[in-house]
Nanobody, 117 residues
């Protein structure tokens, strides 16, 4: 099983970015897929999740209203759209998959998001 997050980069405050999580070895619509991030010197924090069975989405308070998680089953890819980005959103973003949002089993390599003017 392999997961890879990509799509990060440098974006100005107030800008938008769409991250993608591509999977091989598993079918993401059978799994919950979560997004996490870790800023320098801080612990990893949960960003949000999309459930496998219902496609329900859940978001951490810090991104609620600014982030949207979606899934393209044909591409076996989950996306995280982030709008109104703030400098405090700067972090390495990771995706993970598991049987439930509360239990991630497979982790991918992260992608760096830097929000700066």
């Amino acid at each position: 099983v392999q997961l890879q997050a990509f799509g990060g980069g440098l974006v100005q405050p107030g800008g938008s970015l769409r991250l993608a999580c591509a999977a091989s070895g598993i079918t993401l619509d059978y799994y919950a897929t979560g997004w996490f991030r870790q800023a320098p010197g801080k612990e990893r924090e949960w960003v949000g999740c999309i459930s496998g069975s219902t496609g329900s989405t859940y978001y951490f308070d810090s991104v609620k209203g600014r982030g949207t998680i979606s899934r393209d089953n044909a591409k076996n890819t989950v996306y995280l759209q982030m709008n109104s980005l703030k400098p405090e959103d700067t972090a390495v973003y990771y995706c993970a998959a598991g049987e439930a949002c509360a239990g991630m089993e497979y982790w991918g390599k992260g992608t760096q998001v830097t929000v700066s003017s």
